[in-house]
């Protein structure tokens, strides 16, 4: 049983930065994994931004690749996402997932996760 609780989210100016947090709450030490960030704009699907394996292997969307890092810190259980020159299309709610194994981009892979935590970039 893993719980996920999202935080960091708000409202910034275009070319702005933020750092999102997901905080995960078990009872097992089971790190093989992969943690994810996903998002979603009202009247698009649920799209993958950023990925990360239990040991360490990341990947991106093309449309944050260069912009959005994805990091870890084992110790605190947390994973993060800085998200750097922001744009007005990266509006939308933030979700981080788990899933065991390999990291996959369908959100239909993914059976844990968190409520969301919102992101509005302004021009």
């Known amino acids: 049983q893993v719980e996920l609780v999202e935080s960091g989210g708000g409202s910034v100016q275009a070319e702005g930065s933020l750092r999102l947090s997901c905080v995960a709450f078990e009872n097992t030490s089971d790190k093989f994994r992969c943690t994810a960030w996903f998002r979603q704009a009202p009247g698009k699907e649920r799209e993958g931004v950023a990925f990360i394996y239990s040991q360490g292997s990341t990947s991106y969307d093309n449309s944050v690749r260069g912009r959005f890092t994805i990091s870890r810190d084992n110790a605190k259980n947390t994973v993060y996402l800085q998200m750097n020159n922001l744009k007005p299309e990266d509006t939308a709610m933030y979700y981080c997932?788990?899933?065991?194994?390999?990291?996959?981009?369908?959100?239909?892979?993914?059976?844990?996760w968190g409520r969301g935590t919102q992101v509005a970039v302004s021009s």
């Open positions: 997932a788990i899933r065991t194994g390999d990291c996959l981009t369908s959100p239909r892979d993914y059976g844990y």
